[in-house]
T-cell receptor, first 114, second 110 residues
């Protein structure tokens, strides 16, 4: 499984856009990039997943350059409730008969202030 | 639609005791994985069950065992508890590439 590197912590203010970059130099051809959000004493929550270029949903955008050795999670106009730990995961996903094994790093602690 | 449910939410055990944690997957999910999350760390994969069999296992000793029932619910058993087993234990059920996590069971070993 490809190892990921992301900042330990980031600070922001309400209303700002936050970009969290993840480095995954050893990403394999069949690997996807997935981001999870976790609040204290809760399970991680799926945010977004992508393979290449750009993916956008109602919560975030994920930017993946052509070489796929890094990715950036973009959170538009953050609020206090976005204060959480964000994990970048890389791995191949088995679509049938076995699900997936997720390998988490230590994540990025995002703190949003007024 | 209920998501992934875990019980109990909190548990205190003494060193050397045994513990059983329970998980009901999200409706329609047949694969259940268990993770251990120590304070300040990311979740670490323990093992995964599919079709009532352990399919994958992380780097955890044999003191950690599990079971999956025909209704896809699952149990995590830990024997001979150590102080270092104190953690948040998370259950995740998966469908395709997206995993849904429960709220976890906070286990404290004293």
């Amino acid at each position: 499984l490809a190892k990921t590197t992301q900042p330990i912590s980031m600070d922001s203010y309400e209303g700002q856009e936050v970009n969290i970059t993840c480095s995954h130099n050893n990403i394999a051809t069949n690997d996807y990039i997935t981001w999870y959000q976790q609040f204290p004493s809760q399970g991680p929550r799926f945010i977004i997943q992508g393979y290449k270029t750009k993916v956008t949903n109602e919560v975030a955008s994920l930017f993946i350059p052509a070489d796929r050795k890094s990715s950036t999670l973009s959170l538009p106009r953050v609020s206090l409730s976005d204060t959480a730990v964000y994990y970048c995961l890389v791995g191949a996903y088995i679509l049938t008969g076995g699900g997936n094994k997720l390998t988490f790093g230590t994540g990025t602690q995002l703190k949003v202030e007024l | 639609d209920a998501g992934v449910t875990q019980s109990p939410t909190h548990l205190i055990k003494t060193r050397g005791q045994q513990v059983t944690l329970r998980c009901s997957p999200k409706s329609g999910h047949d694969t259940v994985s268990w993770y251990q999350q120590a304070l300040g760390q990311g979740p670490q994969f323990i093992f995964q069950y599919y079709e009532e069999e352990e399919r994958q296992r992380g780097n955890f000793p044999d003191r950690f065992s599990g079971h999956q029932y025909p209704n896809y619910s699952s149990e995590l058993n830990v024997n001979a508890l150590l102080l270092g087993d104190s953690a948040l234990y998370l259950c995740a059920s998966s469908f395709r590439a997206e995993a849904f996590f429960g709220q976890g069971t906070r286990l404290t070993v004293v």
